[in-house]
């Protein structure tokens, strides 16, 4: 059994951790106020899922995901031991939907920014392309709509990304480096924000074009 850690308990960890849980995935849940704020959370949830200190569930995590908001990531990930760990930036420059919202962080890639702050870490793009209710729709998919992408430099990384992305019952369409492929679903990027997952020809296609 493979462990998924999540770093924040929002609105992104909620959708997903019960999804992971019931695909076979241990699943530890993790915040800044403690484990014990999280007890009912992990109680409503079927399947192995627990809470622990940041500290405790990256060191446990198989794979990591960033379930924070942009003006968290600082703090949040600070002082933990982020070497050789696979991580998942799920993170947008934004406050919220509207074109107001997004932060301005002086056109540079966010996961470089990203970077920064989880050094030593195996970072891969993902779970972004998308507000948060489509992959909640969607996964697992109904029909063959059903691609997520995924923009990563570590191929080992990236397949252990892809696997989970499986799991969850999708078809995981890997972008490249995270530099190059991580660009196409940032804000404002060719293949982010549609609304509604591509069926695999249509990715292709989109691709493509960009």
Known sequence: MKTLGFLGAGRLAQMLAPKAAKAGWKVILSNSRGPDTLAGLVQGIEGDVSAATPADMVRQADVVILAIRWPQIEAATSGLDWRGKIVIDATNNRLGPKPEDVIDIGGVLSSDVVAGHVPGARLVKAFNHEPIPVFDQSLPPQGDANVLFLAGSDAEANAAVAGLLRDLGAEPV???????????????????????????PDAKAAIATT
Not at 184 to 200: E, H, Q, S, V
């Open 174 to 200: 890997d972008l490249g480096p995270i530099d190059q492929g991580g660009k196409l679903i940032a804000i404002g990027g060719p293949l982010a924000n549609r609304f509604k997952l591509y069926t695999l």
